[in-house]
């Protein structure tokens, strides 16, 4: 008898063993399946409808399938070495983006533009390929892996839109915020935008996080006077007037002339308006954190939130205040709406 239950002992270990064994090789089987890549076929991934497209460069218009067009933005607009999650947010926010512009008639001539002043950045998949390997030295494989990871985003996030009290929002987004993002009613003299508030965005360091611009402070005086800004260029005295409620600048005083800093800004080409001023008698320099207007959705806040294991959703309902994340179908016969 107990010759039998040392059997059966030895028969149930060999079984537990060899279970164990397949569990540990099929584990291994699932994480190399997801370093390969998994190709998705066009046919699964064009949208079916095409979107009109403004190009500046020729000023052509060209029609092209809905998908395509958020794949060239997203590429275009965010590295695709960034968190799946962050690629996923940029997937929602281009997509409602695009909506927002078709609702709003924002083009004259097409549906939107590829000018990122106006509409969002946009390059041919082409011209993105041959940037990133001659420009950015990346290998074929892992430029196609960056396709179909931004390809799978789209398809992950299908339909998805944000929307303000069922409306479709206006997802503003920007590089960088470095600690806070800017609330829309602090700059270009906006109206209050409900989901366009200053929040918290505690960021990473990235290279465009910190930017430092010297400049001659008489050649700087001369600039502004020339462009209606200062009255005169006998005072050379530099002061930060005042910030915004996210720590920003809002006014630089200029001798007795007051500049808003968002002109400021783009007139001597200072990444943000969130910088200190260093004043070196014959010389100044702006030392400036993070990159862009500020307001919306940051996207190297994005990939550090992403980085600590926040999706997509989370992301969006940090960056937009109040919002809704629906689904919206685009038809060139209906326009855009909610889907059934
Ligand atoms: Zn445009």
Not at 67 to 85: D, H, Q
Not at 277 to 288: H, L, P, T
Request: charged share 25%.
């Amino acid at each position: 008898m107990k010759k039998k239950l040392a059997f059966l002992y030895a028969v149930l270990f060999v079984l537990f063993a060899i279970l164990l064994i397949i569990k540990k090789n099929s584990n291994v089987n699932i994480k190399e399946q997801n370093d390969e890549i998994d190709i998705i076929s066009n046919s699964d991934f064009v949208y079916g409808q095409n979107i009109s497209l403004l190009l500046h460069k020729n000023n052509q218009i060209s029609d092209l399938d809905l998908n395509y067009y958020i794949l060239c933005v997203v590429a275009s607009e965010m590295p695709f070495k960034f968190e799946y999650e962050a690629l996923k947010s940029q997937v929602v926010v281009a997509r409602t983006y695009l909506f927002n512009k078709i609702l709003s008639n924002g083009e004259e001539l097409a549906d939107v533009c590829d000018d990122y002043n106006h509409c969002q950045a946009f390059l041919p998949l082409e011209d993105l390929e041959r940037i990133w390997k001659e420009e950015k030295g990346f290998s074929d494989e892992e430029i196609k892996k960056g396709e179909e990871k931004i390809k799978k985003a789209i398809m992950d996030t299908k339909d998805l839109v944000i929307v303000y009290n069922g409306q479709i929002i206006d997802a503003l987004f920007h590089s960088s915020s470095y600690l806070k993002t800017e609330d829309a009613k602090a700059i270009w003299s906006h109206a209050d935008v409900p989901y366009l508030k200053s929040v918290e965005s505690v960021e990473e360091e990235y290279e465009t996080s910190t930017s430092v611009v010297n400049l001659e402070k008489q050649e700087l005086f001369n600039t502004l006077k020339n462009n209606g800004y200062v009255e005169n260029v006998d005072n050379l005295d530099i002061a930060i007037h005042s910030y915004t409620n996210s720590g920003r600048v809002e006014y630089v005083k200029f001798g007795n002339s007051l500049v808003e800093a968002t002109i400021l800004r783009s007139l001597i080409g200072l990444k943000s308006t969130y910088f200190t001023i260093d004043d070196n008698g014959k010389y100044v320099s702006f030392n400036v954190l993070g990159f862009g207007h500020g307001v919306g959705l940051s996207q190297v806040g994005a990939d550090t939130y992403a980085k600590q294991g926040m999706s997509f959703r989370d992301i969006i309902h940090h960056y937009y205040t109040d919002v809704d994340i629906v689904k919206m179908k685009y038809t060139k016969e209906k326009g855009v709406e909610y889907e059934n």
